[in-house]
Nanobody, 112 residues
């Protein structure tokens, strides 16, 4: 059974940075596309970024130039480096793997 465990969320001031990590265990995940979604209070869950097994990336327009997704297949870990954070980035961030596998989520709060 595949498990995804996120870490790295927290409270940060506008303009600050955070790096989220998602460690996969229980099965080989390095061949699958993985990504990050987020859900703000009262809003639908939205795609933030994805990365294929060959590290081809895709981003939602609102984070382009600020967020970077990457992966370390040896460690079966996916990262989301978030820079120049804005209050509207506040949400629960979920790690996702193709095959409808989800992590438990990690809270990111951007506030002064």
């Amino acid at each position: 059974q595949v498990q995804l465990v996120e870490s790295g969320g927290g409270l940060v001031q506008p303009g600050g940075s955070l790096r989220l990590s998602c460690a996969a265990s229980g099965a080989v995940s390095s061949i699958y596309t993985m990504g990050w979604y987020r859900q703000a209070p009262g809003k639908q869950r939205e795609l933030v970024a994805t990365i294929t097994s060959r590290s081809r990336t895709n981003y939602v327009d609102s984070v382009k130039g600020r967020f970077t997704i990457s992966r370390d297949n040896r460690k079966q870990t996916v990262y989301l480096q978030m820079n120049a954070l804005k209050p509207e980035d506040t949400a629960v961030y979920y790690c996702w793997r193709a095959g409808d596998i989800w992590g438990q989520g990690t809270q990111v709060t951007v506030s002064s």
